[in-house]
């Protein structure tokens, strides 16, 4: 994976904060899987085509002093193999 690879969220899930779990969750037909904070922060930058360079810009400009790159690339690449993002 580069960080000028482009991904989005697979339509096929829908995410959303459930009140009931307190948290972040991904609905898709099978059931539901819920989302740590910095997970759902992630995501949310896929809810439209970004580069992963572009998603580790954005996040590290709003946690300013924190190297997410290492962090970004391995949920991507989680999120990819569960087909909760595909490439673009």
Known sequence: MTDEAKYQRNTMFRMQFEKAQDC????????????????????AQFASPR????VIAL??????GA???DDV????????DKKWI???
């Open 24 to 43: 972040h969750v991904l609905l898709f037909p099978e059931g539901m899987v819920k989302l740590s904070d910095s997970a759902a922060e992630i995501l």
């Open 51 to 54: 580069a992963v360079g572009e």
């Open 59 to 64: 996040l590290e400009e709003k946690f300013p």
């Open 67 to 69: 190297d997410l790159a």
């Open 73 to 80: 690339h391995q949920f991507v690449e989680v999120a990819y």
């Open 86 to 88: 595909e490439r673009c």
